[in-house]
């Protein structure tokens, strides 16, 4: 059963702005980390904006001052909201959610930066 979904991917120019949301399972938001990552084809997955265990926030390098991760506790959904884009920024975006044991991954939702 799917427990993380994504949406708000879409085809943007450069300079624009998109909203990722991923909407989780109350028992999968209520104790997994979430994060978002990205994947583009030909590389590796790797973290774009994550919470710590003790709540606070990280960004990869290339995407600091542009992307911010929020999260609605009310709504078990957590978001993206991604400033500036540029074209090295698309890619699919996916969400996770981890714990020490396991952890999860959405469907992921593509994002593409071009004119």
């Known amino acids: 059963q799917v427990q993380l979904v994504e949406s708000g991917g879409g085809l943007v120019r450069p300079g624009g702005s998109l909203r990722l949301a991923c909407a989780a399972s109350?028992?999968?938001?209520?104790?997994?980390?979430m994060g978002w990552y990205h994947q583009a084809p030909g590389k590796q997955r790797e973290l774009v904006a994550g919470?710590?265990?003790?709540?606070?926030?990280n960004y990869a390098d290339s995407v600091k001052g542009r992307f911010t991760i929020s999260r609605d506790n009310a709504k078990n959904t957590v978001y993206l909201q991604m400033n500036s884009l540029k074209a090295e920024d698309t890619a699919v975006y996916y969400c996770?959610?981890?714990?020490?044991?396991?952890?999860?991954w959405g469907q992921g939702t593509q994002v593409t930066v071009s004119s």
């Open positions: 109350r028992s999968i938001f209520n104790n997994y980390v």
């Open positions: 996770n959610a981890w714990s020490r044991l396991v952890n999860f």
């Open positions: 919470f710590t265990s003790g709540g606070s926030t």
